[in-house]
């Protein structure tokens, strides 16, 4: 056997470096979609809290002239759809609001010292028309004080009845809606007024709603993009932008209150264009229409609150319970957290609102009292103060009672008269006394819309910023 071949040939250099390429793609793995975004919405609709259009997220990217104008006609349809159904409980809130509810304490003291000769000087000559020694005796020694509660409850039928006489025809009696639906049914079977009536300012809200829903994030992305910067705490600017909003559409909101309380029978106002137009003419010109103090005054504290509160309040109410609660993660607990500060931020921001109402109700300058489907205050009011002053002093928290039958009493010449009777209130309250109800008005409906926004926030996943007051 001969020697082994060589192996030069079959020599192989292995001494390559290494080389460390990168992964250029993930391995396919299945991605966990995130989570929905849920969010509530309170905004600046005065009827039942309900989202306007979004401008922001539906304006057509590109600048096609017809995609345009077809969003700007969905938007105004929408609203003015859900103005027509909203409409009606607006307007039995606004007449609650600006009615003026008397007290009318025909039982006081002053009344029954003024009173107190006449009411003897009745029962004397009633006693003698009987022509009856026995009688007459018998009414002599008769305790007066043991006559005064059916006499005082006569006296008290008789001033309401001479109140409700002295009222125009077009005015609606006070004490006969409790609420706003007792307000909606007194409207629609008032004569003069009817079921038309519960859409008075109908195209003026809609166009102010239109309005506020495109102009406010609008003022808001500008004042984020210049401001932005220099401001330390971010809820400054939401807040400027609800209150620039509010001050430009003031006007319009003048101009729906004068349509929704002047009467039907004898109209002041034929529409918004009528009404800016007189308001402008009469009361002191477009400067007066922004800056007059009755009105500027009411405008700032109202648009500033309102947000202030609905921005604010959730935070404070995290804070102070200890919770941590995002929307992100629970959604359920955050609506519910949003849907308590509402409540809570109503209680602060309603009684502005009412006083904002009776202030824009009154005239001012050269213009004359137009007629009102309700009692107003015979007196003007002076101001926020001076209004909140005389609704708490002069007031009363419930409906005051009326007339419900007819007694028949016969006087001292021998004929029969008919005095309606006033069914007495046992054990009334102290909000009888006060006129802080009068300061809430509407309390329920603005809960019951609270609520309803709610339930709809629940089955609707957005992606905006929350709840945002308006």
Request: net charge negative; aromatic share 8%.
């Amino acid at each position: 056997m001969g020697p082994p071949a060589s192996l030069r040939d079959l020599y192989a250099d292995t001494s390559s470096a290494w080389s460390f390429v990168p992964i250029t793609s993930k391995p396919d793995m299945p991605e966990l979609a995130p989570p929905p975004i849920w969010a509530t919405r309170q905004t600046n609709s005065s009827v039942f809290d309900l989202s306007p259009h979004d401008f922001e997220s539906s304006w057509p990217s590109s600048g096609n002239i017809q995609e345009i104008a077809s969003m700007l006609a969905t938007v105004v349809f929408s609203q003015y759809a859900m103005s027509v159904v909203a409409m009606p409980w607006e307007v039995g809130k606004l007449l609650l609001q600006v009615q003026w509810v008397p007290r009318k304490d025909g039982g006081s003291q002053p009344r029954e010292s003024a009173d107190s000769e006449e009411e003897e000087g009745e029962v004397r000559s009633s006693s003698l028309s009987d022509g009856s020694n026995d009688d007459d005796d018998d009414s002599y020694f008769t305790d007066p004080n043991a006559l005064r509660p059916l006499q005082r409850q006569r006296l008290q039928a008789e001033e309401t009845a001479d109140e409700e006489a002295a009222l125009p025809d077009y005015v609606m009696p006070v004490g006969e809606a409790d609420g706003v639906w007792g307000m909606i049914k007194q409207l629609s079977g008032f004569r003069g007024e009817g079921w038309l009536s519960l859409w008075k300012g109908l195209l003026t809200t809609a166009i102010m709603e239109t309005i506020t829903s495109g102009l406010q994030p609008a003022v808001s992305t500008a004042l984020q993009s210049v401001f932005l910067p220099f401001v330390a705490q971010p809820i400054v600017l939401p807040v400027a932008s609800h209150l620039i909003t509010g001050i430009v559409i003031s006007p319009l909101e003048l101009v729906r209150t004068r349509l929704v309380i002047q009467s039907a029978a004898q109209p002041t106002y034929s529409g918004p264009i009528d009404a800016l137009t007189q308001i402008v003419r009469d009361e002191g010109g477009w400067r007066s229409l922004y800056f007059h103090p009755q009105l500027l005054l009411p405008t700032l504290l109202d648009c500033t609150l309102r947000p202030l509160v609905g921005l604010a309040l959730p935070d404070l109410l995290m804070h102070h319970l200890g919770l941590h609660i995002a929307r992100e993660v629970n959604p359920l607990a955050w609506n519910c957290l949003q849907l308590a500060a509402s409540c809570l931020g109503l209680l602060a921001t309603l009684p502005f609102e009412t006083v904002r109402r009776r202030l824009q109700a009154q005239t001012r300058g050269n213009a004359s009292p137009i007629p009102m489907c309700v009692q107003l205050r015979p007196v003007r009011y002076n101001g926020v103060v001076d209004a909140f002053w005389h609704i708490l002093t002069e007031e009363r928290s419930d409906t005051p009672p009326h007339r419900r039958k007819c007694r028949k009493r016969r006087t001292s010449h021998g004929s029969v008269d008919e005095v309606p009777i006033v069914p007495e209130r046992g054990n009334e309250s102290w909000l009888r006394t006060t006129g802080i109800g009068q300061l809430y008005r509407g309390l329920g409906m603005r809960l019951g819309a609270c609520a309803l926004a709610f339930v709809l926030a629940l089955f609707e996943p957005t992606n905006d910023n929350g709840w945002t007051e308006l």
